[in-house]
C-alpha cells in the first residue's frame, strides 16, 4: 500500500512521462494543459494510466471534469485510493 508521498510521487512520474511538452518541471500548481500541453485525448490516456498504475476503478468524468493540475490529480488519485481502501 502507497502512502500519501509515495502517491504524489508515483502520478508525478507517470503525469511527466506521459506529457507531451517534456522537460517542464512539475509541481502541484502545473497547469495540464498550458504548461503541459495535454489535450483531450492525451488526458483521457493519462487517466487510464493513473486507474491501471494504481489499480484504481474507473474514474468517472463527474471526478474527473474539475482537474487541471497536477495536484488535482494527486487529490483525485489519494481520494480514490482511500474510497476503495475502505470498501
Known amino acids: 500500500m502507497l502512502n500519501d508521498d509515495a ?16 522537460g517542464v518541471h512539475l509541481a502541484d500548481d502545473t497547469e495540464l494543459i498550458t504548461d503541459l500541453a495535454y489535450d483531450s485525448l492525451r488526458l483521457i490516456e493519462l487517466t487510464l494510466a493513473l486507474e491501471d498504475g494504481f489499480g ?5 468524468q463527474e471526478k474527473t471534469a474539475t482537474v487541471t493540475t497536477v495536484g488535482d490529480i494527486v487529490r483525485l488519485v489519494t481520494e480514490a ?3 476503495e481502501e475502505g470498501r
Do not use: D, F, K, Q
Not at 502517491?7 to 517534456?22: L, Q
Open 81 to 83: 485510493r482511500h474510497e
Open 56 to 60: 484504481l476503478a474507473e474514474l468517472g
Open 7 to 22: 502517491t504524489r510521487n508515483t502520478v508525478y512520474a507517470i503525469v511527466g512521462a506521459m506529457a507531451p511538452a517534456g
